[in-house]
């Protein structure tokens, strides 16, 4: 059969077994493009297609990987992985990092650190009515409205905090589904965010011998770890006491990612598949366990997480413009709308560390309005699609004291 047909087959089964993954929840516009992270063997029986040659496989998917770089087009190379067993196996294993390769395919994925040399380029959706944000994968909102969904998030107001709900898909929050992937809470105040990780950052695995697993037990982006809520990262919002003008001025503590990763020749936590299984599932409550690069601690939630490794971000400081009489970032045509929402993120290095000043200014997220309800986000390596969705989220919230 000749490389044509084999494609022409594959396409055709696009409605079939394309779509029929996860049943009714991955058909919606309202779901994410990209295909869950499981197994498609428990759901799609090994056919004619399992036989092939090792070889001819293997040729196969890594011409539809090498030919279908963007997407939607790049749907092909989700079929491939949802045809049977063995050619979900190889597509895995030739499908490259972000960081690698610069794209997303697998769920897993958007827990991957990012491309080192050019970001990975997103818009974020609001929708005031709903309290949702959507993001998506491209420059900017299309006409047609087919952009590639990669994760969703629901604003929860409680009486001493908010939660950002964070989610596969963009109509299912709740934490027992198999979607939720992690979670940011603020305090009272809004000044401190807690960034929640459902799975164990990297691939570091703790003791979890007498540790609770969540009261579901669940098939989320990385389906072989036990549930948790991982303290993965802190974020921090300067009181403004003086109600001086100007941009709000923030940190981020990552508690996952350690500094050596931007030094030369570092490298970042990336999740994998291959993981510890799951837990047996309890009904205790669900915990908060801190993390910190590179290992568990047992130290509580109020406790210091960060240890002098982390990587820490802090906002890159504006320059004010006369002329216009505001504070100026050089977005590089990202950004259009001025706004206190506005910002890039650089690493805080302290002088003692052998890091080059060019890495030290390299801008590493960068967020900002470009209409009503409609921002973009940027992001390079270390950090992953959800860690800078969280930290982007951050700013949606109410910040009186800081403004």
Sequence with gaps: MSFKSIMRELKEIKDGIGTRIEGKHWRSRARTFIAPDM??????????????????????????????????????????????????????????????????TFPISLKQPGPRDSPI?????????????????????SEIENDKLLLAA??????????????????????????????LRSNFLGTKFTIFDSQVPGNAVGNHANR??????????????????????????????????????????????????????????TPTNEQSSFSPSTKAKEPMIPFSSPNLLSSSMGGNLSTPESLILKNKAPRWHEQLQ?????????VTVASVKNFQLVASVDPSFDIPYA?????????????????????????????????????????????
């Design 39 to 104: 197994a498609p063997s428990e759901l799609i029986e090994q056919g004619k297609w399992a036989n092939l040659p090792p070889e001819l496989l293997l040729d196969i998917i890594r011409r539809v990987e090498e030919s279908e770089t963007d997407w939607p087009a790049r749907t092909v190379v989700i079929f491939c992985a949802a045809v049977c067993r063995s050619w979900r196996n190889v597509t895995k294993e030739i499908v490259k990092t972000p960081e690698e390769c610069g794209r997303l």
């Design 121 to 141: 380029q997103c818009f974020i959706k609001r929708d005031r009515a709903n309290s949702t944000y959507r993001l998506y994968y491209g420059l900017t909102p």
């Design 154 to 183: 629901k604003r929860i107001r409680r009486a001493t905090s908010t939660d950002f709900v964070i989610s596969l898909v963009a109509d299912e929050f709740s934490r027992a589904s198999n979607t939720y992937i992690g979670k």
């Design 212 to 269: 609770h697993s969540r009261r579901f037990n669940l098939k989320q982006v990385s389906p072989k770890l036990p549930s948790y809520n991982y303290n993965v990262a802190t974020v921090s919002y300067e009181l403004n006491v003086l109600r001086t003008r100007g941009p709000r001025r923030m940190h981020c503590v990552m508690h996952s990612i350690p500094l050596s990763s931007i030094q030369t020749g570092g490298t970042a936590p």
């Design 326 to 334: 505001c504070w100026c970032l050089n977005f590089k045509g990202r």
């Design 359 to 403: 890495e030290q200014e390299k801008v590493i997220l960068q967020f900002g309005k470009i209409g009503k309800d409609i921002f973009t986000m940027d992001y390079h390596y270390p950090l992953s699609a959800f860690q800078a969705f969280t930290i982007c989220l951050s700013s949606f919230d109410t910040k009186p004291a800081c403004e």
